[in-house]
């Protein structure tokens, strides 16, 4: 037993660099998972609607619930993809927002391919000539658009220093959603399937959790035992659902039907090794651009999850999206408490034995 611990890493917390083997997989393939970039997530929620179909899933309610354009609210057993829509009063990264409100963009739209003024004239200045265009006199995007755009400026009072303010130099206020496809997080130490009773719950070969809702008995210890909420049961029957990374599909060499279905890459599926070296390069070409709040979430094995097998970039504090800012999972303090129970119950009988012996006859 300690040669296959030192060899695969603790059963219940720690990095586990062999998850399938550890299961029970010797000649398994290279774990796979999902890395979700949300800083090119449009919310088109074709996620959503791709997971529904490919599983049969429930649908949940086509009512919107207030909270920008989600009807979703989050995930749960009839919604195994949940696309977020965040508000937040700033722009993104360092692009500041380019004003267009003496312009007429419909009559500079239905000038183009005639021969009308050009585009520049009609948004408002004089075209350059081409001599001035070509040479190296070129006027710049910004004075070609006229005082369209602001210049740089100080933040205004009270705004965090840095490329990303709340309020633009001018005083305008901005708008920007931060959207992000959330799913169970396929973890390496799961405790949903640590506590399931009726082995419901097993771990696949690519180093996926499964559900067999034909074995779940409906207890219903795994929903609190997640650390992120994921798994949930069914009203009607009693029984837990989730995502199961579309295990069918991975079974005949396909993608999951939402990483098929995502029209921007958001949704990346692939070896988990190779997403984690991508996303650590898109981090490094974010950070580059002025998208200095770039991070990721759930991508390393000395998290209290071991790292999870779908893991995100995410372009601020994960509690903005709903996410626990450090998970654990929650079986991890089990060998403790078994051995605090133990140290009790042998004090209760000593002190039963004690209590007996000193009767008197």
Avoid at 144 to 150: I, K, V
Avoid at 157 to 182: F, K, N, Y
Wanted: net charge negative; charged share 20%; proline share 9%.
């Amino acid at each position: 037993m300690r040669d296959a611990d030192d060899r695969h890493g603790n059963a219940l917390y720690g990095p586990q660099p062999d998850v399938s083997g550890a299961s029970g997989y010797p000649d398994a393939p290279p774990r796979v998972g999902f890395f979700t970039d949300t800083s090119v997530c449009i919310g088109c929620k074709a996620c959503e609607v791709a997971c529904k179909e490919w599983n049969a899933i429930p649908e949940d309610g086509l009512e919107l619930t207030g909270m920008s354009y989600d009807n979703t609210r989050g995930l749960g057993a009839d919604t195994w993809r949940h696309v977020a829509f965040v508000e937040q009063r700033k722009p993104l990264g360092g692009q500041e927002p380019v004003a267009h409100d003496d312009v007429d963009v419909f009559a500079a739209a239905s000038s183009l391919g005639t021969d009308a003024p050009s585009a520049a004239s009609s948004l408002g200045t004089d075209p350059p000539s081409a001599g001035s265009s070509l040479g190296t006199g070129a006027p710049s995007a910004a004075s070609s658009l006229g005082t369209g755009a602001p210049s740089a400026a100080p933040t205004a009072a009270g705004a965090p220093a840095g490329p990303i303010s709340p309020v633009s130099p001018d005083g305008r206020t901005e708008l920007r959603w931060l959207m992000s496809s959330d799913v169970c997080k396929h973890c390496t130490h799961a405790a949903c399937l640590d506590v399931c009773p009726t082995g419901a719950l097993f771990r696949t070969e690519f180093g996926t959790v499964v559900v067999q809702e034909d074995v779940c008995n409906g207890c219903g210890y795994c929903v609190p035992a997640c650390p992120y909420g994921v798994i949930d049961q069914r009203k009607d029957d009693g029984r837990v659902w989730k995502c199961t990374l579309c295990y069918d599909r991975l079974g005949v060499g396909l993608e999951p039907a939402c990483a098929k279905s995502c029209p921007t890459d958001s949704i990346q599926f692939g070896p988990l090794e190779e997403l984690r070296e991508r996303a650590r390069t898109r981090v490094a070409q974010l950070h580059a651009a002025g998208v200095t709040d770039a991070r990721l979430y759930g991508d390393s094995p000395d998290d209290g999850v071991g790292g999870a097998g779908a893991f995100f970039l995410l372009l601020d504090e994960p509690e903005v999206y709903g996410l626990p800012p450090d998970p654990v999972v929650t079986t991890r303090d089990l060998p403790g408490m078994w051995r605090h129970a133990a140290v009790a119950a042998a004090a209760l009988a000593a002190l039963a034995v004690g209590s007996f012996a000193r009767r008197p006859r």
